[in-house]
């Protein structure tokens, strides 16, 4: 049921949410007179242990250096194209007779070894763009050269469930939101650190500042029911996402960094209806312009170790079987290296899918590191095939309307 | 020292002196802008509109700064609150060498209501 026409200042739910707890980052369910959170949270739970697969992605912002991440060094194009920046190949982990993961990666070759990670090779879109916001914005809504206002994740929310239902479908742990889960129905819960997840205040408003959050508007015209029930669904996603972060005790390292899918993990864990969520490398972490060799060599253990570690995690916690993690970046790097001994924006570049339903191994091409487009790789998988895939085949849902189109998907799950 | 390391050292020197002077060079273009503070004194206009307890301070700036009657439950907890910042009492008069903080905290907390933003 549709909230605008009874604000009557033509002022829309989003809007309205906009300036109200959605400013806060703070999700709100989706019907126009929600009932008290934990009713829906309970039956949402109920419902996700049914059929509850679960995608994570994971955005490697800044250009990751797939030449880098998946060594070609069966092919001297490679290293004649990066003479002082190119990983000799006993610093690699094989994976066959033409390439290998960058030896700071061991968690992604013991997951390959046991079959639950796949790799995609040469993935890309059409005429590349080669700035960070516009290509990452292609990424995000799935339409290259659309200007599509709601993010591909999101899209895929309301696809799942149209009715926006179920609270906190999506979840971005991120200091804002990104427009990978921007939806039309639902309304991503938004965090960083789950701790400091709770409405400021000064500690002598503590109280006060709970029963306002808490108490609902009995009386009052339908507007003042609606925004007292946003506040209340506000105030329970807080202190729920609080409690099962506090709940939450693994005994798996996630090495350095994490990544934030310990509280990925700790929500799972806590059965929070969520099928969605999304984690991101912030500050364009991979743009590996100068000096790239030590920082990038570190990038991909900070994303190997935690990776590798989530799914350990997800197996302690019975639900390997739902859940699936995938890696994204908003273009590779160019193949020569450039004078900084860095390298520069580029295309294509591999995608990762993780989990216990995936078929490991390798799909798609290696891109011709001769046939090149002015020194960039050409695409060989369009990025939407692996995402098709995990709409279609893991999330059991029509990609065609999320993604305003048909593309072929990948014979990836089991 | 190889000559990635001299080179390494050079960028280094470069770009902090570089942001150095950027910096420099920003500073020597701000403008200042004035800024006044409001001039409030909560307590003192508490007491000249005639309110003498904590809950008619709640109820006036309740009128005051929101739309919509807030609900009891929320009513009551603004006055248990400003009653315990003013130290137990609900006599304003009483309290009005140290009311202006507790006065000026109870708008925050009117302000932060959600019925605030149906203005």
Known sequence: MSVSKYLGRGLSRRD????????????????????????????????????????????????????????????????????????????????????????????FEKLYKDGKLAVVHGAGYPNPSYSHFVSMAYWHTANPGGGEQYGWVGRTADAMEPTAKTPNMLVNVDVSQSLAVRSEKHVPLVFDNPDNFKRAAFFSESEAVKTIGETSAAKGNATQRWIAGVSQTAFA?????????????????????????????????????????YVAYRNN????????????????????????????????????????????????????????????????????????????????????????DDGNLKFTTDFRRVYATMIEKHLKVDSTKVLKGKFETFDMFA | MNMADQVALQEDFNTRTAGAVGFQMAAEKIIPIPRTMPQLNLANGTLAAGLKTTDQAVDYYVRRFVAVPLSPEVRTSLIKFLNGQLGGTSDLAAARSYAEEPLRLLIHLIMSTPEYQLG
Do not use: C
């Open chain 1, 237 to 277: 996603a807080e202190a729920s996402v609080r409690k099962a972060w506090a709940d939450y005790k693994s005994p798996i390292n996630y090495g350095i960094t994490g990544l934030a899918l310990r509280q990925v993990a700790a929500l799972i864990g806590a059965g929070f209806p969520t099928q969605l969520y």
């Open chain 1, 16 to 107: 309205l949410m906009r300036h109200t707890a959605g400013g806060l980052g703070i999700a709100v369910g989706g019907t126009f007179a929600p009932p008290l959170f934990f009713s829906q949270m309970a039956q949402a739970q109920a419902q996700a242990a049914k059929n509850g697969k679960i995608l994570v992605v994971v955005e490697m912002s800044g250009g990751n250096d797939g030449l880098n991440t998946v060594v070609p060094y069966g092919d001297d194009a490679y290293y004649k194209a990066r003479p002082k920046i190119g990983v000799k190949k006993a610093d690699t982990r094989r994976i066959d007779d033409y390439a290998g993961f960058h030896k700071n990666m061991l968690g």
């Open chain 1, 285 to 372: 972490s991979f743009d590996t312009h100068v000096y790239q060799v030590g920082v990038h060599e570190r990038l991909l253990t900070y994303t190997a170790d935690p990776i590798e570690a989530f799914q350990r995690d997800v197996e302690r916690l019975g639900r390997a079987d739902d859940v699936v993690l995938m890696t994204i970046s908003e273009f590779g790097r160019r193949v020569p290296e450039n004078t900084s001994l860095g390298t520069d924006h580029g295309s294509a570049g591999p995608m990762f899918v993780v989990g216990k339903p995936v078929k490991g191994g390798q799909y798609g091409k290696h891109p011709s590191l001769t046939d090149l």
